[in-house]
């Protein structure tokens, strides 16, 4: 749908050099500000005023980033330092259930193995002394407490 003709006499480009002036703008090549517009100087002076306020607080701004940064840096280094202490003592928990854990088990072997040398040495003891006379007594007493007993 085209647009409706404006009424002013002017061009596009006239109402946009137009335009352009009443906000304070000189046409060079490129648009910029109008030095001699009414206004800029003041607002200039504004900038300029607002520009100093800015640096005259930037020393006190990077004195409370830099104490910023040393107590988060401080309190990183504590929860590391905690941290790696928790970590330790985990480590030394497991450790310790560990070398229980291998005593326990050299506790059990020590005594597997004495009860084998305690079985070999009764056996070899045994093999000396039970002649056949001896055993058959045995198995004749073994055999008379089992007759008067049930099944």
Same mark, same amino acid.
């Not at 104490?67 to 202490?85: H, P, V």
């Not at 305690?118 to 045995?138: C, F, I, N, R």
């Given at each position: ?7 002013? $006499? ?11 002036? @009443?906000? $304070? ?43 910023? #940064? ?17 970590? #330790?003592?985990?480590? $030394?928990?497991? #450790? ?17 193995? #004495?009860? @084998? ?9 045994? @093999? ?24």
């Amino acid at each position: 749908m085209p647009r409706p003709a404006c009424t002013d $006499g002017l061009d596009k480009f006239q109402r946009c050099r137009a335009t352009r002036r @009443a906000s $304070g703008m000189k046409l060079l090549r490129i648009w910029v500000p109008d030095l001699h517009a009414p206004g800029f100087r003041e607002e200039a002076e504004r900038q300029v005023r607002e520009a100093e306020a800015k640096l005259a607080n930037l020393k006190q701004e990077i004195a409370a980033l830099e104490a910023t #940064a040393k107590r988060e840096t401080a309190e990183e280094a504590e929860r590391i330092r905690a941290l790696a202490q928790s970590d #330790a003592k985990k480590v $030394g928990v497991a #450790a310790h259930a560990e070398i229980e854990a291998a005593e326990r088990a050299a506790r059990l072997e020590l005594k597997a193995m #004495a009860a @084998a040398l305690a079985v070999d040495g009764a056996e070899s003891l045994l @093999a000396k002394q039970l002649t056949p006379a001896a055993q058959e007594s045995l198995v004749d007493t073994f055999v008379k407490s089992l007759e008067g007993r049930p099944n």
